[in-house]
């Protein structure tokens, strides 16, 4: 059974940072590309940084330069650093590896004053 248990989110004023983390069980995320998508309120799920098997990361746009995805092979977990955080970051975020269907609940991120 694959399972992805995100944690880490919270309310940050804005510029202020955040580590999500993302424990995974059933695959190992060495061999697998793993990545941090989020959902806005009233938006579309979107990917915001991937991390592919062998160690490649990708970012969505506005996030390039503030966030970070890292893969710790040790204890199976991904981690997404956040930095410079803006009001549009705010949304629930979840890690998953996109080639599976499985999602986990998230954790929710709020950057507000």
């Known amino acids: 059974q694959v399972q992805f248990v995100e944690s880490g989110g919270g309310l940050v004023q804005p510029g202020g940072s955040l580590r999500l983390s993302c424990e995974v069980s059933?695959?190992?995320?060495?061999?697998?590309?793993m990545a941090w998508y989020r959902q806005a309120p009233g938006k579309e799920r979107e990917m915001v940084a991937r991390?592919?098997?062998?160690?490649?990361?990708n970012y969505l746009d506005s996030v390039k330069g503030r966030f970070n995805i890292i893969r710790h092979d040790a204890n199976n977990t991904v981690f997404l650093g956040m930095r410079l955080l803006k009001p549009e970051d705010t949304g629930t975020y979840y890690c998953?590896?996109?080639?599976?269907?499985?999602w986990g609940q998230g954790t929710q991120v709020t950057v507000s004053s």
């Open positions: 991390i592919s098997r062998e160690g490649y990361t």
């Open positions: 059933g695959i190992i995320v060495k061999y697998t590309t």
């Open positions: 998953k590896a996109p080639q599976r269907d499985e």
